[in-house]
């Protein structure tokens, strides 16, 4: 069963890992970087539904079919399924996997869910509450730009400090069984508040979520950013991984050498015009089920911390003048072979 | 650690119980059948705040505070806090529990939020993943009614199908030691779509997730309604109570012996315009952890089911034409002494 490490960790101990996983995405995120990695993308976002909102619920459906397809299981072999998204009361899940009927707690972390459900997924696994589970999430956007910002028809300029959401969902399946690669801990996120106030700039609201969950992980392991291959966080894009790499340094931790991130990594920043890189629960959750995991499987990444940030703030919360807390959860994952 | 028991049943294994809980409720609520039993209720539902969405993030402050205040506990003894509410992005948690700085899973189940934190503070305290957690909702009944249906100013009728969403907040700590009551097991609900349309019938849309839930822990455990001193479910109200009730009948099952809900407990239906009774995160959230604790407490209630459900559907879906997806999850609660 699980065991807690120094403050906020906690160990694993039933070798508890990830089967397997599958990444989709949309018809930018192909053009981008890791277009060749995803296990689908579709050339149009709509996904031959009616509405944004129904296609990012038909991406959740189709990464989960993917997995599926990869391992042959089915809806029956799953026990539980965490999944969250960014959309009003969580719709792109609950919709997306309503067909499945499997067992559903739905969850909502921002764009950290796709850690969030992992770590949910994988505790509840090693504690023996669950033999097989499932890790959900999504984003889309043009469902995401309506709800959050403007109409895309409106055509506004974006701020030199946005992201981009990206359109993808990942889904992955986990058991007491080092599939591809085995989570070894995971750290659970404070919510952060740096009084930030300008939705363009989410980087900056989620950077010191990611350097606080970070630092704990590592004081709590006894560890330093050189032990990993990679330190990659969730979608703090350009502007906001400069603040965590500035954030760290001041705290005497380097990890300008092994840090990445998904919002960097999914799109060509000039070419593609994404101003501060992707976002969106989707950004990590293709990411990280498609390139990552691939990576994982070759023995090209070997022992990594994912840690995915989310603003848990609303359209409301902002319009009332609130400041955008940030949190970031995070998971140390090492392949298995 | 826990173990699982039939389809969808998990059986905690280390005492897990909840040590205290704290109920607060606003106006109308005080002046039902339950006012005297909230440790708290407010004469103005703005609770000194600008919003309503600040003020419904104020009610899950104050829940906590209280249930604090009782315990002796400080923010700095809980691991773990699970919590979620109806609001978009789930705000009023984020930013009601944002000052404490307890690592914080947010959660999204609806109107079954009480019972969903419960569940996961259960499982991860029982694992040995936490020592001590915490699970949180609310609703408001003004930051609802503008999110859902319409601007309060606008003075539309209510339908009597609807439901009266309450105002009021729940807070429970959970940790490996029977404090009022023992955690037995808990069973995970299923998506069940009855394809109901009408966003002012929530009581339709939600009993048959209900049914599909006390059934299979029933048959995991090999039990019977009458085993039980109340089979109480979350917020149904009265036409979804009765349902449920006819729908367990078909199946042979007679509840209505034991059954109750916490949206027919709350009001007094005719006297305070509630239509179908109470519903929303705060309805079983107040109910449970002030009326229903205080009862397992004294011996009233010694064995209970607490079945709580949620629609999980958004202004819009609806608007989109979606039907109304509900579900329930299940906690057996037994008094200590």
Partial sequence: MPVRIGKR?????????????AGVAGHKESQGPLGKFFDMTYENDMLNEKTWEKAESRLQTEAVNYVFGKTGLKASDIDLVFAGDLLNQCISSSYGLRKFGIPFLGQYG????????MIMAALITDSFAADRTLAVTSSHFCSAERQFRLPLEYGGQRNLTAQWTVTGAGAAVIERNCGICRIEEVTTGRIIDPDIKDPNNMGAAMAPAAADTIMTFLRDTKTMPDDYDLILTGDLGFIGSELLIQLMDREGLDISRVHNDCGKLIFYRKEQDVHSGGSGCGCCG???????????????????????????????SSKQGESIPGI??????????
Avoid at 110 to 117: E, G, K, R
């Fill in 9 to 21: 960790t906690i160990k694993l101990e039933n070798n508890t890992g990830i089967l397997s996983s």
């Fill in 110 to 117: 921002a764009c950290s869910t796709m850690a969030q459900t």
């Fill in 286 to 316: 293709s990411v990280f089920c498609s390139y990552i995991m691939q990576k994982l499987r070759s023995g090209e990444l070997k022992n990594i911390l994912f840690a995915a940030t989310g603003a848990l703030m609303s359209a409301t």
């Fill in 328 to 337: 970031s959860h995070l998971l140390h994952i090492r392949a298995c072979s």
